[in-house]
């Protein structure tokens, strides 16, 4: 793992757990609706916000959307091993090749 800005804090596991435990609640929402959510949390004077997540920008190589040696942002970042040059999105794998910045603990 880095210890690049936004890093997961949490474990391997406890990331999948999470992950699987949303994607559970999703699917119980969308069998049997609304009614059946059960919740004490409320957000009063609420506003949608934006936030900063991790992404990836470089040129692509067979990204199934983007040519090959054109320029294109992932989704967020979920996981990353730069000792291994792997990320995860919410979409997909990367293998990393050479950033075009040197981070800390990067091989290059």
């Known amino acids: 793992m880095s210890d690049l800005p936004n890093a997961p804090s949490q474990s391997l596991r406890e990331m999948i757990a999470s992950y699987r435990k949303l994607a559970d609640d999703l699917e ?3 069998d049997l609706g609304p009614t059946v959510i059960d919740t004490e949390t409320t957000v009063s004077e609420w506003a ?13 190589k067979r ?10 942002i992932s ?12 990320a995860r999105s919410q979409n997909r794998w990367y293998r990393l090749g050479k950033a075009i910045v040197a981070l800390p603990g990067t091989p290059q």
């Open 28 to 30: 119980f929402y969308l």
């Open 48 to 60: 949608v916000a934006r936030r900063a997540v991790p992404a990836i920008i470089g040129k692509m």
């Open 63 to 72: 990204h199934p959307t983007i040519q090959d040696g054109h320029v294109g």
């Open 75 to 86: 989704t967020e970042i979920v996981f990353w091993n730069l000792e291994q040059r792997l």
